[in-house]
């Protein structure tokens, strides 16, 4: 696992009432099976474009994995930046691993992880190889952002900081079409949770996922679970 700062949310230690939590809460697709013999050696790139087997991510450990939608995209960002703030004593506490896996060249993920203060392990799947095997759909389909509990930015804003990053750069930083979802998966070739985004703004809510990985809750600005005493 990759090393988090020590600048961590201190524990908390209360849980609120989670039943308007609940009314957005998305579950498990009981249609929706992950064929591991497609997919177990579809591989990813790391930082330094070493590949990484998908079936090996998981292989020892209970995992958190995410796939994101473009690294330009808003909603990805301050859903990935409240992802980093899981303090990593709950991970630990759980013996849970945290990656994230996106569809941009491998080149950039070091500067997505600074510019979202991530500091666990993120990987790329630029040719979307792993996305499509796993059926995860390409549709541009938008979604309401006030439904969303982890987008922190005005939508209009976001949209223009990204288009700004793209003038600037001359390329895009993943499909932009490109949807992604979420699964807690291992030790081994075991699905605990599994969802496919429908659109943008349909990401898992965070706690959604740390509750089906058995990791303590963290309080979000949006998704207040926790309270401090």
């Not at 090393?3 to 039943?19: A, F, G, M």
């Not at 059926?135 to 005005?154: C, F, I, L, P, T």
Request: charged residues 30%; contains cysteine.
């Amino acid at each position: 696992m990759a090393s988090k700062d020590d600048d961590l949310l201190e524990p908390e230690e209360e849980l609120v009432d989670e039943v308007d939590d609940m009314r957005m809460s998305r579950t498990e697709e009981p249609d929706y099976s992950i064929k591991f013999d497609k997919v177990r050696d579809k591989v990813v790139f790391d930082p330094m474009g070493n590949e990484i087997k998908f079936g090996d991510i998981f292989k020892k450990q209970k995992t958190i994995v995410i796939f994101v939608r473009h690294f330009l995209d808003f909603i990805t960002k301050d859903y990935v930046e409240d992802l980093g703030s899981i303090p990593l004593e709950y991970l630990q506490a759980a013996d849970v691993r945290l990656v994230v896996i996106g569809p941009a060249p491998f080149k950039f993920i070091n500067d997505f992880k600074k510019s979202t203060n991530f500091n666990y392990t993120l990987y790329c799947d630029p040719e979307r190889e792993l996305y499509k095997a796993l059926n995860m759909n390409s549709v541009s389909e938008y979604g309401d952002v006030r439904h969303a509990k982890h987008v922190k930015q005005n939508a209009i804003m976001g949209i223009m900081r990204g288009m700004w990053k793209i003038m600037k750069s001359q390329e895009w930083e993943g499909d932009n079409k490109q949807n992604g979802g979420s699964f807690v998966l291992g030790p081994g070739e075991v699905v605990h949770f599994s969802h496919l985004d429908k659109n943008q703004v349909d990401q898992v809510p965070i706690n959604e996922i740390l509750k089906k990985a058995d990791v303590q809750l963290v309080s979000f600005p949006k998704d207040p679970r926790v309270q401090n005493i």
